[in-house]
């Protein structure tokens, strides 16, 4: 699994979306990895970490490997910040660990009461149009620039290099079938994190939406925050699936405080060892 690491202080690993990797947070780490030491993984299966063959895509697969992860690098405790299918993640490893996951920052996240993809992730899933879609993998870099200027509120937004990014590790052979097996298992995985979301209930969780996401929608920003105890609500103005990316600053300035706010004493650190 590759990862990239800066910054110092408490850990905080970063968690990208389906199509993503730790490009994603190439605007947001310089402001966040000073107060935190960072950690922005390429999820194996994606960006450029292995995609091994037979891989386990369900979100209890991915957050097991996560937790492997942060075990491997020495971190007994974190803060995780997942965004889309990485905040689905991010909220199953913390209810598989919730001693370990201090605190939550989930940005548009993947969850089950957005109607959106609730019908186009299975169909995509599904074998044979799996195989329809993979045989037109090598022809997909116009409908990829297609895709990604959805996610914008403004396309006006969209950093320079932000497509040739995205599109880099697309190239490496296996990067498709990892996010149509993440599909396979979409409803089940849905329903698995709902079930599992009491035991994260008290964990202190900020959610950040932009109010024009189009792929996750954001009328379920307000029935996921009813179950957190401690949650606050940020939805960005004009914002698309990616605010990261749109509003890097009112992104990561918004995170650092709730960072800072929520540093109580009674969240214990455990200090990162490599």
Avoid at 125 to 151: D, K, Q
Avoid at 202 to 231: M, N, Y
Wanted: glycine share 8%; proline share 7%.
């Amino acid at each position: 699994m590759r990862y990239l690491r800066r910054g110092s202080g408490p850990a905080l690993v970063l968690l990208h979306g389906l199509l993503g990797y730790s490009f994603s947070w190439r605007l947001a780490m310089p402001v966040l990895s000073e107060q935190a030491t960072i950690y922005a993984v390429d999820m194996v299966g994606t960006g450029f970490s292995d995609r091994p063959r037979g891989l386990d895509c369900s979100l209890r697969g991915s957050a097991e490997r996560l937790l492997r992860f942060a075990s491997e690098a020495g971190l007994s405790s974190f803060d995780l910040l997942g965004t889309s299918h990485g905040g689905a993640v991010a909220m199953r490893a913390a209810a598989l660990a919730p001693a370990r996951v201090r605190r939550l920052i989930l940005a548009a996240p993947v969850n089950p009461w957005s109607k959106r993809g609730r019908w186009l992730a299975p169909f995509l899933g599904c074998r044979p149009v799996s195989a329809l879609f993979l045989a037109l993998a090598p022809f997909m870099e116009i409908a990829h620039e297609a895709l990604l200027r959805r996610l914008y509120g403004d396309t006006r937004r969209i950093p320079p290099g932000t497509l040739e990014g995205y599109s880099a590790p697309l190239k490496i052979p296996g990067s498709f079938q990892y996010a149509l097996s993440v599909l396979r298992s979409w409803r089940r995985d849905l329903r698995e994190l709902e079930s599992q979301l009491p035991r994260i209930a008290e964990t202190p969780t900020l959610l950040i939406w932009g109010s024009q996401d189009r792929a996750v929608d954001p009328a379920s920003a307000k029935v996921l925050q009813q179950h957190f105890h401690a949650c606050q609500l940020r939805v960005f103005d004009g914002a698309g699936h990616l605010p990261y990316e749109e509003m890097p600053q009112q992104f990561s300035c918004t995170v650092s405080d709730f960072l800072a706010q929520t540093s109580a004493a009674t969240i214990s650190y455990g200090a990162p060892r490599i």
